[in-house]
């Protein structure tokens, strides 16, 4: 289906936003600012479906590789202890003894942080540059919103020290001032969700005041749940399974009001939801 769009951009807009009230705004982190992350499901699949085959019962790799494939996508957005939570869930349908989902979790980010490193050291010695690990558009998306003096929250499903640790080796922390969230290791007292009820409270603000921008499911979803602006970013990403591929199409049933592959034409967007900034 085609929709429209906004004038000189690539920016769809599939459902007619509200506009003139933006005062907040809510990033994710991952496959949204940033693509340092780009092919954590390398690391994830493989790790599941070797568990998975080690239970008394289980199907063929091809099989369970597909079962995987489609947990681990439908649960992509919420914190990463939902899949392991699931994957606990897996084993026991097939005879095995689940471990805590915990452990799973600490395993797996053990095999992503030994393909991390390289980046993250990179980034420390200055060998990599920040940039290139930014989707694009993102810094000038982010500069575009500072100029405004629309304060900026990230909220990621990444466990809270990471996202605070790559937001620093990126140079995003300034954009956020320390409203920086993310899982906690008692997963209960965090969600995405949690944090946009709480900005709405404590500032006294309707959700049409608050722009949520992401590439998952999940946000776009509590955007709406809210009355809030959905911004949804259908980014490419690169992993072995041709995962989110259908990342488009997800945004749109999860009711995004605009729609993206990049955040290149985001100052745009703000000029369409707000009007043009004031000179200074």
Not at 83 to 102: F, T, W, Y
Not at 143 to 154: F, N, Q, S, V
Not at 185 to 200: C, D, G, W
Not at 217 to 232: C, D, K, L, P, T
Request: net charge negative.
């Amino acid at each position: 289906m085609a929709y429209a769009s906004i004038d000189g951009t690539s920016v769809e807009i599939v459902e007619a936003p509200p506009r003139g009230r933006i005062r907040h705004a809510v990033m994710d982190m991952d496959g949204t600012l940033s693509v340092l992350r780009d092919g954590w499901q390398d690391s994830m699949v493989p790790l599941m479906v070797e568990v998975l085959e080690d239970c008394p019962r289980h199907e063929s790799r091809t099989e369970l590789e597909s079962l995987v494939i489609d947990f681990v996508d439908y649960l992509t957005g919420k914190q990463t202890i939902y899949q392991m939570i699931r994957l606990a869930e897996e084993v026991e349908k097939r005879g095995g003894e689940p471990k805590d989902p915990l452990d799973y979790k600490n395993v797996y980010y053990k095999r992503l942080n030994r393909s991390l490193e390289d980046r993250l050291e990179g980034l420390r010695t200055g060998r990599l540059k920040p940039d290139d690990y930014l989707l694009p558009g993102a810094r000038e998306f982010l500069d575009a919103l500072k100029r405004r003096g629309i304060p900026c929250y990230l909220a990621s499903g990444t466990d809270v020290e990471f996202v605070v640790e790559e937001a620093e080796l990126l140079g995003l922390s300034e954009y956020f001032e320390g409203k920086i969230f993310g899982a906690l290791p008692q997963h209960e007292n965090f969600s995405k969700e949690k944090v946009i009820r709480e900005i709405l409270a404590d500032l006294d603000l309707e959700g049409s005041e608050l722009l949520i921008v992401g590439d998952g499911f999940v946000e776009i979803q509590n955007a709406r749940s809210v009355g809030a602006v959905a911004y949804g970013l259908f980014s490419k990403e690169n992993n072995r399974y041709h995962m989110n591929a259908d990342k488009h199409e997800r945004l749109v049933r999860a009711g995004t009001h605009l729609l993206a592959p990049d955040l290149r034409d985001g100052p745009a967007v703000l000029d369409y939801l707000i009007g043009p900034a004031q000179a200074t």
